[in-house]
């Protein structure tokens, strides 16, 4: 061993060999990062099970885990070292999300009665730990789904759910005031005793939250949509969420007289980090069809007049979602139940007038509905992670995927759906798919590799993985 | 210093005298042979062992799953497999975990692929290496690699991919018979490489050709590496030709046996074999209907673009003694040169030899009374010299005995075979057809899609999401009665 860089450990009586440099991973904060160059014949002494420090070194030398899912000992064992969050993180990375890979790898049951109401997956590059609210009841599970911890909100229900940290989650309710702060500090028990609400409304309800990305160098905020207890004047509130204090109010809008939709509040926000703007979008269906409402806002810019904006009355959206990667605004008609796709690069630019929806999907169907006031897309929703745009329809996930042609012309691009597992055409006995009941999405969030679904009336979160999951049954 | 324990003496030698080089992995002891390491480890001057940063435990899973390759390793086969590119070991590993050579009568069901979206597969392309490109669902392609890991999955712009091919090293050719051209994507990347047509400057009508059938390209050892790529395109009025394609450039260099496609006899084939050693393109085409079926058999020189034999059922040419047995499906042994036919009526196979054609150069072989399934929508597939059939009631093989050869059968008293032999033409005789499959296995649903790859036979059935891939095995399987 002439290497003067060689760490010599004795681990319970076990002699491990590595480099300074493989120790050093663990990051400043692990005890093993200090361990300085010795020789064998003077080895570091650590009073810890040799056979788990064997699969944290592993895991230290190869950044992943050999052998799928960890044990709680062994989560425990990375706690002891300071490497719980950099072994959690490498269960579900970002870069191995694949759509067409999405598999059901696990049911993680709810307590209680109430199913839930809204999932959600805190952001990466954190570790990807899930949260689900059932009744007033709001749970995290770790990214190796492994532990949970629940905690009471003052909210009877939770209709918005976001994760912004393992540590943080936020939670509104259509009907109640506040947005509800949600701690799940690691070693002390989790609380909910704080609240955000608008200071001009103090009792007006969450429609929707946003939240933007804690990459991004700017101080993280939170955007919430309310509505005053009245009903007649609602707006988006920008918190800083180091501070918590409102630091912005954005298209606050009155209700006077029976104009109800000159004045639709938004009931999706979306943040596009990329391009540091807003999407707020709302709809109001009356008896003279649906209207609909979908805004950007330059948050920075103005606070009263948004950068562009469209009033949708003819297959009015269903749901309405941006995508950053893709430049680019998805709906799915409420008559048509086709996906639309708008890009962000063309908006504004060519006049007003201009259809700025292109169907991505059948457009002659997506005619023949909108004509013929049909209700195709009640009930689906819209939502983009990554590279991809996720549609529900019912109780399955479709996902529409960009392909690249290379020709002599040119780059052309196009966009082609499929179905997330299964689909709904099949149901063979047998398969993993096959055994689980299917019923209508209410919720669901996408983050690291995994996609979360709540359905109606099961009291379980269906977690599809696309990085783990055996790849051939063996028989 | 810590006990040599877990892998001393790992690698000191199936081959034996070879140097042994010791290496100190993450503080565990190793000797293995110098030779069979990679260079950046066995050029390592050190008179004492090397040290190297690795996970011991896995190296050894490596070296106990070269040496017993029965038993199942400790660790999932892709990390053993990135971890032996480090020492230099995966050629050995890889060989190790794939299984022994492919006999039909003693295959049988490995395991099961299943892609996680939209499962149903549309066309198949394995590898020599065992690797397999699988079509499946609306448009997208999952390359499985040669451990038969889940490597990619991706979506073409192809909407059904019905044709597929695996051009080495990592390029798919698809096509789909809805949708114009052949297109070569890289299946590792999951990117668009670039696209076919069928052109024809003196006639517009040759438009948004689509494609029908992409030949089986020679194996890698084969002397010529480059040879074409033949494809069968199609336009919407039916006119149709056989484009050999250069593999490098990826342009079409020459168009094969144009035809109005107006009549079955001129539709075009369904399946194309490239015969390199000869020179030749074998084309069949098979249409069914109420009245049975019907098809041609063509043989096309590729330098003159002429047909060299063909054949067409029912009705056909010569003295045939199947009349109204048209056949259900054809195919090349392209090592054997021997083309083999399966009939649609009687189920029975039919053998040409391709250095002896004439106008009825058929040799049937029935597979008895066993074969009651008919040979209604009979698949065949000839692979490693064995030809594969699937019938409604299963999946049939027949193997030659190569015993024959030498006398070790006394076939004198039968006077028919005495005369195959003499003419040194194709011996019923040698033939012998099993079952491969169980009744259990047959009840899955009829097979729609063969395909050889590797020791493995790749096998798809009607309204089944998977793909079953079929394997010889050395294990036993004993089911403890304890």
Partial sequence: MASTSVVTLNVGGELFQTTAATLSRAGASSPLASLAPSPPNAPHFLDRDPRLFALILSFLRRGRLASLPPSPALLAEARHFALDGALLASLSPASAFSPLSLRPAALLPLTGRVAPSAVAISPSPRTASLLAAHGGVVTSFDAALASRTSVLTPLPAVDSLVAVSPALALAGARDFPGVHLCRFPGDAPATASEALSWPDSPSASVLSLAATAASEPAPQWLFASFESARRNSSAVVAFDLNSLTPVAEIGRKEVFGADVEAAIPPTKLGWLAGHSLLLAAGSHSGPAGMVGDIRLWDVRASSTVPVWEVREKEDCFADVAASDSLSALFKVGAASGEVFMADLRRLGGDGIGVEPWVCIGDEKRAAAATASRRKDGNNCRVECYRNWVFVARGADVEVWSQVELTSEAGTKKAMRRNWVGNGPSMSTAGSVEGTMEKAKIVSWAFGGSRMALARVDQRSIEVWDSASGATSVQL | ?482
């Fill in chain 2, 1 to 482: 210093m810590e006990t040599s324990a877990a892998g001393a003496g790992a690698g000191a030698g199936r081959r034996g005298s070879g140097t042994a080089k010791q290496l100190n992995v993450g503080g565990k002891l190793f000797a293995l042979e110098a030779s069979s390491l990679s260079l950046s480890l066995s050029l390592d001057p050190s008179p004492t062992a090397t040290f190297v940063d690795r996970d011991p435990a896995l190296l050894s899973a490596i070296l106990s799953a070269i040496r017993a390759p029965s038993s199942p390793p400790a660790f999932p086969a892709r990390i053993l497999l990135d971890e032996a590119l480090f020492y230099g070991l995966h050629a050995q590993l890889l060989a190790a975990l794939s299984p022994p050579p492919l006999f039909g009568f003693s295959a049988s069901l490995a395991s099961t692929l299943s892609p996680a979206s939209e499962p149903f597969p549309t066309a198949l392309a394995a590898s020599h290496d065992g690797s397999l490109c699988l079509a499946h669902g609306a448009g997208q392609l999952t390359y499985y690699s040669p451990a038969l890991d889940r490597l990619t999955t991706f979506r073409t712009h192809l909407h059904r991919a019905t044709s597929l091919r695996q051009l080495s090293p990592s390029l798919a050719v698809v096509g789909s018979s809805s949708s114009p051209g052949l297109h070569v994507y890289d299946f590792l990347e999951g990117r668009h490489v670039a696209s076919v047509e069928w052109a024809d400057p003196s006639d517009l009508r040759v438009l948004k050709a689509r494609v029908i059938a992409i030949a089986a390209r020679p194996p890698a050892d084969a002397a010529d590496t480059n040879s074409p790529i033949f494809a069968t395109f199609e336009c919407s009025h039916r006119e149709n030709c056989i484009l050999a394609i250069d593999p490098v450039t990826l342009k079409p260099v020459q168009e094969i046996g144009r035809q109005g496609g107006t009549a079955a006899k001129s539709s075009s084939p369904g399946r194309v074999v490239h015969l390199q050693e000869l020179g030749l393109v074998f084309a069949s085409s098979v249409s069914s209907g109420a009245f049975g079926y019907s098809g041609y058999m063509r043989l096309w020189d590729i330098r003159s673009g002429n047909v060299v034999w063909e054949t067409s059922e029912p009705g056909g040419s010569g003295r045939s003694s199947r009349f109204g047995d048209p056949f259900a499906d054809a195919d090349v042994d392209v090592k054997q040169m021997v083309l083999y036919k399966v009939c649609s009526k009687s189920g029975d196979i039919g053998a040409a030899d391709l250095r002896r054609l004439s106008d009825d150069p058929w040799v049937y072989m029935s597979s008895g009374p066993r074969g009651s399934g008919g040979g209604h929508g009979s698949v065949l597939h000839c692979y490693k010299s064995q030809v594969f059939v699937s019938r409604k009631d299963g999946l049939e093989v027949w193997s030659t005995l190569e015993e024959q050869q030498n006398g070790r059968y006394n076939l004198g008293e039968q006077p028919r075979a005495k005369e195959v032999l003499d003419s040194k033409g194709i011996n019923e005789n040698s033939y012998r057809s099993s079952y491969m499959d169980t009744e259990e296995d047959s009840k899955r649903g009829m097979i729609e899609m063969m395909e050889g790859g590797g020791d493995r036979l790749f096998v798809t059935r009607a309204g089944m999401p998977a793909v079953e891939v079929w394997e010889s095995s050395r294990l036993a399987g004993a089911i403890s009665l304890s």
